[in-house]
């Protein structure tokens, strides 16, 4: 009876470490489709141009599978031109964020 009780217990807690494991494994999956996502809405632009939306979809597809990718046609081509607009949007942001600072010290949140 003690064998059978802890043979149930054990059975219990694979399958909890199953469900854990299979809990992780969707958090990851939404994880890669929203980051999927996030890059198709960033590059829609570049991605409706007649001609290089190709070479976009390479380089979207390239870059969900690694951390980094050539970037085709470097800063003048379609993608290279969407993260440059990227880093302009993301330096502009930051230099507004320390002219905020710079002018009211005590206020920073």
């Known amino acids: 009876?003690?064998?059978?009780?802890?043979?149930?217990?054990?059975?219990h807690v694979n399958n909890y470490l199953s469900f854990q494991e299979f809990v992780k494994q969707l958090q990851l999956s939404e994880l890669a489709i929203a980051r999927a996502h996030s890059l198709r809405f960033k590059f829609q632009d570049a991605l409706s141009e007649k001609g290089r939306d190709k070479d976009v979809e390479q380089f979207l597809s390239a870059l969900t599978e690694k951390p980094e990718v050539e970037v085709i046609g470097a800063g003048r081509g379609p993608a290279g031109r969407v993260i440059h607009r990227l880093f302009a949007k993301q330096e502009v942001c930051l230099v507004f964020s320390v002219e905020a600072v710079i002018l009211n010290p005590f206020n920073s949140s």
């Open 1 to 11: 009876m003690l064998l059978q009780s802890c043979t149930e217990a054990d059975s």
